[in-house]
């Protein structure tokens, strides 16, 4: 067990609509990234948060955004979607965000029919 | 989105074989982590590195930081059953301090 908590673990919807996915970091980490896994691929990046502020950016759809809160869980919101947002995404979390290992959750696992 | 080579792709082996895996980078990096993903299941670290040089071990596992700063490899020793799953590793680059990840190696072990 990472310390990562992601809710939900599984999420099914359909195009054009929106949904929200949550991650608690570990305790003490303050740092949390996200990111996504399509069907046997590697993990792409999307974005970075250190204690609430947005500190680092990958490759991120305008139509995805994200928030880290005070007590420091963070959410990842995914609208209009389409067909090809389906994937595993991950969220992690880190001491600081520098260069200290990141730890990942389960993943919520976004099917859009 | 910018990835590192990782290689072999996958690997079927026997069980009690010794199984090595390599990552590089065009880039300079400041760590290296080594990753072990199940099915179902998010990616667990297995190794941090932080040293150009840097050899470092874990049970049956050992990794490296390349000299260059610019690769890292993963030996797995005597391998069981349960080394079956998807080993990333993650660069972090010295320029932008972003983690990038690897495709993954993909290990089968045979009994």
């Known amino acids: 067990d990472s310390g990562v908590t992601q809710t939900p673990k599984h999420l099914i919807t359909a195009t054009g609509q929106r949904v929200t996915l949550r991650c608690s970091p570990r305790?003490?980490?303050?740092?949390v990234y996200w990111y996504q896994q399509s069907l046997d691929q590697g993990l792409q990046f999307l974005i970075q948060y250190y204690n609430g502020e947005e500190r680092a950016k990958g490759n991120i759809l305008e139509r995805f955004s994200a928030q880290q809160f005070p007590d420091l869980h963070s959410e990842l919101n995914l609208s209009s979607l389409e067909l090809g947002d389906s994937a595993l995404y991950f969220c992690a979390s880190s001491v600081q965000g520098g260069n200290q290992p990141q730890h990942f959750g389960d993943g919520t696992r976004l099917s859009i029919l | 989105g910018q990835q590192l080579n990782q290689s072999p792709q996958s690997m079927f082996i026997q069980e009690g074989e010794d199984v090595s895996m390599n990552c590089t980078s065009s880039?300079?990096?400041?760590?290296w982590l080594w990753y072990k993903q199940e099915p179902g299941e998010g990616p667990v670290l297995l190794i941090a590195?932080?040293?150009?040089?840097e050899l470092t071990s874990n049970g049956r596992l050992t990794a490296q930081f390349g000299i260059t700063r610019k690769d890292s490899f993963l030996n797995i020793s005597a391998s069981i059953p349960s080394d079956v799953g998807i080993y990333f590793c993650a660069g972090q680059d010295s320029g932008t301090y972003k983690y990038i990840f690897g495709t993954g190696t993909r290990l089968k072990v045979l009994a």
């Open positions: 880039s300079i990096f400041n760590t």
């Open positions: 305790s003490g980490d303050l740092s």
């Open positions: 590195l932080y040293k150009a040089g």
